[in-house]
T-cell receptor, first 109, second 113 residues
Framework: TQLLEQSPQFLSIQEGENLTVYCNSS?????LQWYRQEPGEGPVLLVT?????EVKKLKRLTFQFGDARKDSSLHITAAQPGDTGLYLC?????????FGKGNQVVVIP | NAGVTQTPKFQVLKTGQSMTLQCAQD?????MSWYRQDPGMGLRLIHY???????DQGEVPNGYNVSRSTTEDFPLRLLSAAPSQTSVYFC????????????FGEGSRLTVL
């Protein structure tokens, strides 16, 4: 079983602040994905990172894949209330996508 | 643009009853899967399928059956419901196996009394 540990589990910040959440594993992944889930809905893919050391930007969101392809981070600049949600990282192995438990982010207006 | 459609959205069962959660996708995806989501536990894989006629167990398969007779449909059967199966269930599909974006349905909230 490939475990993905996400930290912190819960984070509450004021609008305009920056935040970083983490996804760590002892396993090497060929690719790692980040999803965002809003209440009452299914997760939606934000990004896929494939290459060790890769950095991808999606507007105010910056995703980084560790050099060893075992960990990843998500940084949000100038967070807005619309960024509120559960952020899930997921890695592929053995024909299955395993998810971490998620980072619950709340941005207070 | 239907994507992945799950029914029902809500269901209440008594212990011991059986039921089937339906999942259909219209994107011609080969890979389909079922997850359950519980507070503090994240998404856990129940069963998955890499194509019609092929299914395999995930992380938490006990108490659930699946079949894949067509590319479009992947129903999840609860044989004898237990309170521990109270959860939100998500069906998801993707174009390829082990790659690409997973598209999720809106979820089915099941309560077993």
């Amino acid at each position: 079983t490939q475990l993905l540990e996400q930290s912190p589990q819960f984070l509450s910040i004021q609008e305009g602040e920056n935040l970083t959440v983490y996804c760590n594993s002892s396993s090497v992944f060929s690719s790692l994905q980040w999803y965002r889930q809003e209440p009452g809905e299914g997760p939606v893919l934000l990004v896929t990172v494939v290459t060790g050391g890769e950095v991808k930007k999606l507007k105010r969101l910056t995703f980084q894949f560790g050099d060893a392809r075992k960990d990843s981070s998500l940084h949000i600049t100038a967070a807005q209330p619309g960024d509120t949600g559960l952020y899930l990282c997921a890695g592929y192995g053995n024909n299955r996508l395993a998810f971490g438990k998620g980072n619950q982010v709340v941005v207070i207006p | 643009n239907a994507g992945v459609t799950q029914t029902p959205k809500f269901q209440v069962l008594k212990t011991g009853q059986s039921m089937t959660l339906q999942c259909a996708q219209d994107m011609n995806h080969e890979y389909m899967s079922w997850y359950r989501q519980d507070p503090g536990m994240g998404l856990r894989l129940i069963h998955y399928s890499v194509g019609a006629g092929i299914t395999d167990q995930g992380e938490v398969p006990n108490g659930y059956n699946v079949s894949r007779s067509t590319t479009e449909d992947f129903p999840l059967r609860l044989l004898s419901a237990a309170p521990s199966q109270t959860s939100v269930y998500f069906c998801a599909s993707s174009y390829g196996v082990g790659t690409g974006e997973l598209f999720f349905g809106e979820g089915s909230r099941l309560t077993v009394l």
